[in-house]
């Protein structure tokens, strides 16, 4: 599992993910976030929409092994999102990287409660 010399890139692709977790109180792996092989992505944008009348939590981690596996960091931690309401939890200010030996991994108490989107760089 490689980590890329970003310093000899040859390609930057901005692309955006969504994810809507179908499962309240369980980890969920962002598989769009993980990288392909030789490929590391930057993550400028993470925003959580909650869709509901009641607030739901949320907790954002980026984990030192794929599917969600190994130890986990927490960007944010059981942060009640507002009915209606969205919660920036990476912006360009945050940014972090992802290699292909890692993972980001999301948990709401509510199925489908709320809506994830991220933007990143695939960087090859």
Do not use: H
């Not at 040859?10 to 490929?39: C, D, E, F, K, Q």
């Amino acid at each position: 599992m490689a980590n890329p010399n970003i310093v000899g890139v040859t390609s930057i692709y901005g692309t955006t993910a969504y994810l809507i977790p179908s499962s309240a109180n369980t980890a969920t792996t962002w598989t769009a976030l993980t990288p392909a092989t030789n490929v590391i992505n930057k993550i400028d944008s993470i925003t959580a929409t909650n869709v509901t009348s009641s607030a739901v939590t949320v907790t954002v981690s980026i984990n030192s092994a794929v599917s969600g596996g190994g130890t986990a960091y927490r960007l944010c931690y059981n942060i009640a999102v507002p009915p209606n309401a969205s919660l920036i939890i990476v912006d360009k200010t945050t940014a972090f990287y992802v290699s292909e030996s890692q993972s980001v991994v999301v948990t709401s108490n509510v199925a489908n409660g709320l809506e994830f989107v991220a933007t990143y760089e695939a960087i090859a």
